[in-house]
């Protein structure tokens, strides 16, 4: 549901007021209602899959059907690529609700994703690019025991020896071994229990020869603990938290990486559904913190998401094609596949903006602006650096194109735009609502 203008008015506020998106941690996703974050590392990128509440979940039901992904190589803007696989891609699944949280892995070139089907079991899909497609290699769950209802939430592992191990469950925790093609088991399911704490969303990685299990711990409030072990099949020792619970979430579900000489754990939260409501439905939305080890291996406990900020690694280059849909912030919008593939950037209205951070004009700046936009009417985009109301350098105006997919090039000059500044959009016009959509764009 689109927010009132108010609200958009009031985003923009909690935007750029005090630098907000430079300082603080809200949600890194704002087109969507995104949960289950399972970052992954390649190729120098970060690949953030995730499952995805849709907008008219209810209550205290998920409502849940496909997977995203968005990719990222400064930790603060993120491009949409879209959903990357559904509930559809399974033939054999016999529920059209419960895309839980997934993980992706990669060996030997080819990218396997772990999929929970709520009350199907877990399946697994197989690509040969992490942007997909996917598909079901064997036509059947990987793991599925009828008798209960525990098997969620996998994470995988690939070990030195490559011996691959996959963890799962709520409230009993799992683990089985993987054989080396990634779509069959080896010897039996391993039922672990309860260890102390743990409730779900199990995440399994190894560092400095020890083994990790962060997990959704403790309820209610959820906060993210993690447990550590000498062997890739316990005994776990339970240390801690990484995050503790809070009142200011319901639910966690933790992601761990290491990027670019930092350590960042993932986790999801009702702040972007606050923005909106204090009514409580599923709506959940993604965040991340920097994490710190001790020297003895344990984890330095983060505080909440949005007491902390996250450093941009490098600055954004706007010299060259930048799809719409990559962004730091863009409350408001939404984002949308086109019939013949890529994405856009929709449901732009009078006084919502888009922002990117970082971005680095170069000592001499630019000089002029071309955007790809479909539009049934006029209307403008205004660049400002920095800020909503911070220096006007371009106004593009935005004539019709015949229709919302009817896409053109149009182009303005810039003057002003040097050095590293925050690059803000802002979208004006008469009419208020559905004033455009954005394909890509490009200074030069």
Known sequence: MKRSLMTSALATLLACAGQTVLY???PIIQTKYTADPAPM???DTVFLYTSHDEDDAQGYGFKMLDWQLYTSTDMVNWTDHGPIASLKDFTWRKRDNGAWALQVVERNGKFYMYCPLHGNGIGVLVSDSPYGPFKDPIGKPLVWQKEHWDDIDPTVYIDDDGQAYMYWGNPNLYYVKLNEDMISTSGDIVKIGKLKTYQEGPWFYKRNNRYYLAFASTCCPEGIGYAMSDSPTGPWDVKGYIMRPTDRTRGNHPGIIDYKGKTYVFGQNYDLLRLEMEEHHERRSISVAEMHYNADGTIQEVPYFKDVKVEQIEHFDPYRRVEAETM?????LKTE???GGGIYVTAVD????LIVRGVD????GAKRFRACIAAEQGCTVEIHLDCVDGPLVGTLEVKATG???AYKEMECRVKGAKGVHDLVFLFKGGAG???MNWDYWRFS
Not at 328 to 332: H, K, Q, S, V
Not at 361 to 364: E, N, P
């Open 328 to 332: 730091a912030w863009g409350y408001g």
């Open 24 to 26: 603080a941690q809200e």
């Open 403 to 405: 229709g919302m997919q």
């Open 337 to 339: 596949k086109m019939p």
């Open 350 to 353: 009078d006084g919502d903006s």
């Open 433 to 435: 609502k559905n004033l």
């Open 361 to 364: 004009f170069g000592k001499r």
């Open 41 to 43: 590392v390649y190729n």
